[in-house]
């Protein structure tokens, strides 16, 4: 079986799969058009999120039969046509939950003590000990909107922390530790609001001007779910109102973002999408697609 590995993988994973048997070709940072003319004549592709797997190069990949994306989000690959064709779709969506539901406390903690401004404060020369009056984040309502696999292990670390954990989800779940609440609830009560839903029709732009108009005076926001789920335009407003008393976002609504007034706003703080960028996650993505890949061809020989 012919592997051809798009975007950068654990060197581990690469060998793992070769000393499974398979021939495994890596080739990175293809143009589409070097995709579509290289797909031809292997059987899984491995993609993280810079490689696009649209229609043309679907329709080029005349002997895929699996194309995995390590990582969770799917929206790089066009998975309903691809399976049209026949091709499985798969991913590592656990890998990285620990690593995000970590950057998400970090935020937290970040936010609470101002500790980017502090640290831009001290290294423009200045003592300002006074403006960095923070607060606890025991005692405070943590609310999680999207709690699959992230917000259960933010929900585990906040917990550890003596914050009163919230939680909306659609369906009804039980969660150690926190309680469910209908979203109307937990955004009138949190005084952390966590974002962790999927982008879907459902949840674009799910926290808009509506929204931020019914939550507590100061609320923190923190985002490492999917970019669109926030309204940029309604939070950049609530943080100048002072609705939104700062705000911590990994990911945006276009990647990399052009929304200098977000970003340069004096309470946001931000990274460029690194919810799933540690070592442990990487090398666990990596174990996690070389047994996919492994399984698979044991399940396909002959
Ligand atoms: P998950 O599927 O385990 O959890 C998502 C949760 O959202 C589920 O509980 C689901 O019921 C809920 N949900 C979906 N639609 C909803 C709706 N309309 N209303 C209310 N709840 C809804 O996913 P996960 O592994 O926890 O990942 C969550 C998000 O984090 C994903 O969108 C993923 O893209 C993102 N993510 C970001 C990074 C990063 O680097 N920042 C890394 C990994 C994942």
């Known amino acids: 079986m012919k592997v051809l590995v798009c975007d950068k993988l654990a060197d581990s994973a690469v060998q793992a799969m070769r000393d499974a048997g398979l ?49 969770v989000g799917l929206d790089n690959i066009d998975v309903e046509y691809a399976e049209a064709k ?14 995000v ?74 969660m ?23 982008l879907t029709p459902e949840t674009a732009n799910m926290l808009s001007r509506e929204q931020f108009a019914m939550m507590k005076d100061g609320v923190y926001i923190v985002h490492c779910g999917r970019g669109g789920t926030v309204d940029e335009e309604a939070l950049l407003e609530a943080l ?16 990399p973002t052009n929304n200098m007034a977000l970003v340069s706003h004096p309470n946001v703080i931000c990274s460029p999408h690194i919810g799933a960028q540690t070592k442990e996650a990487q090398d666990r993505v990596g174990d996690e697609v070389a047994s996919i890949v492994i399984e698979f061809a044991k399940a396909h020989a002959g």
């Open 23 to 71: 021939e495994v070709v890596v080739k990175t940072g293809m143009t589409p058009e070097e995709l579509v003319a290289t797909v031809p004549g292997f059987h899984v592709a491995i993609v993280r999120s810079a490689t696009k797997f649209r229609k043309p190069a679907i329709d080029a990949a005349t002997d895929m039969k699996l194309i995995v994306r390590g990582g």
């Open 86 to 99: 026949g091709i499985k779709v798969m991913n590592t969506p656990a890998a990285s939950s620990a690593s």
């Open 101 to 174: 539901a970590e950057l998400a406390l970090g935020f937290m903690f970040a936010l609470a003590r101002s500790i980017p401004q502090a640290t831009a404060s001290m290294k423009a020369g200045k003592w300002e000990k006074k403006q960095f009056e923070g607060i606890e984040l025991a005692g405070k309502t943590l609310g999680v909107i999207g709690a699959g696999r992230i917000g259960a292990e933010l929900i585990k670390r906040a917990n550890a922390l003596g914050m009163n954990c919230i939680f909306y989800r659609r369906t009804p779940t039980e």
């Open 176 to 198: 150690p530790g926190a309680r469910q609440v209908p979203l109307e609830e937990l955004l009138r009560t949190s005084d952390f609001i966590s974002m962790h839903v999927p």
């Open 240 to 255: 100048n109102s002072g609705k939104v008393a700062g705000a911590a976002l990994d990911v945006f609504a276009e990647e």
